[in-house]
């Protein structure tokens, strides 16, 4: 009798679209306790037998440990639906043996080489990751070997929209060489354990919009982890809150990055903090947060790679100790063998009000220049502070050092931008105010070919300009 009724719950749930599997109808139990591994990966493997559908997680906690999406198959999360993840990396290890090699990373939703998936609903996705088997530290004691939340790989036709995805043990989500991929109005909160990106995109043909981020490691970040770049990609009304980057290109950036476009962003101080207080890390640095986003703007091509086409606009950012941070730098050249090329950058429309002495910085090498660069309608309030020595600071190069707003070990010798080793940057429309009295410039360029500064000012009057500095070092 139970095989017959069974049939027919599948049966009708047929249509033109495929089948829809409710996974209760699999004797899935909502209780939070009972692992639900095999059942709903039987599902799945059922649904995509069918030629693909939807796998439905009605309301209730369902335990589960990793499952593996196949091709048409989308998952939908109904309201007050939760898949709570096993916290227990040895089941992880089962499911991903070679997982402590190169060629993966665990993941609670894993997907590989397949098309035409996604995830779908109001329901929740939570990996547990403060549970005390994923507390490993940071990425350089283990940290990579931690499951991501979802982790799509190679895939084409990618629809993740409306979900809530919260506690992953490492990154929240990761797309990685995908083809396609649509992500609106989620909502993710990652907060409990090193390195909970919200958002990691190395894939083409992407859009985001409507999404809501609150991580404790950068919001949204760009990475481009082998010789195809990142690329034709738009990030639309989103609101992000972080204790590191908000909007981030790398740092891996071995490909680059091309045309992409973010625009109409909020950015704000995260909910919480469980790693880093930065105002204690870095007292040198004058943070008057413990609650402080990085850099509200970090593009970043350290690896080999070429960044050519990046467009931001309408930005709203505050709780940010550097608005703006722009570095072309020389730490990895693992398959291009070759210097990265950072150019046409167009950072346009932004209010920012920062917390830290730290300036907004562009800084290219002196084999290397960052190339055109133009930046316009900026209405930036800063804390100001900076001292006439400031002035003369000696500035190393740095250019092996993991990028960084305080890369440079000093708050560097301006309060609006610091400019080295570039051609044709453009400031135009700029308005520059400090709460604090600062005996730095306004801006001071360094190594700089066809420049322009037009239309701005410096708490009310012209801004002061330093060219070509005699204390350049170049270590």
Known sequence: ???????????????????????????????????????????????????????????????????????????????????LGVANMDVYQKAFPNFKGKETTPALIYAKDVVNIGLSGTGTIDGQGYNQSFQLGNDAAGGPFRPKLIYFRNCKNVNVKDVTLRNPAYWTQHYEGCDGVVIRGIKVYAHCNWNNDGLDIDSKNVVVSDCIIDSDDDAICFKSDFITPCQNITVSNCVLSTNCNAIKFGTGSKGGFKNITVNNIEIHGPMQRIIWDWSKAYPWMGIESNLSVIAGIAVECVDGGITDGINISNIVMSDVQTPIFIRLGDRKQTFTKQVSTLKNITITNVIAKSNSKMTCSITGMPDKAVENIFISNVNMEVRGGGISTDNSLDINEAKEKYPENRMFGVILPAYGFYVRHANQVSFKDLTITTREVDARSTFVLDDVHKHSIEGCTANGIAPTIVTNRLIVNSN
């Open 1 to 83: 009798m139970k095989r017959v009724t069974l049939f027919f719950l599948i049966l009708i749930a047929h249509s033109a679209s495929g089948l829809n599997i409710n996974i209760k109808t699999f004797h899935a139990v909502g209780d939070g306790m009972t692992d639900n591994t095999q059942i709903i990966q039987k599902a799945i493997d059922k649904c995509s037998k069918a030629g693909g559908g939807t796998i439905t997680i009605p309301e209730g906690t369902f335990l589960t440990g990793p499952v593996f999406l196949k091709s048409n198959i989308n998952i939908n999360l109904e309201q007050g639906s939760i898949l």
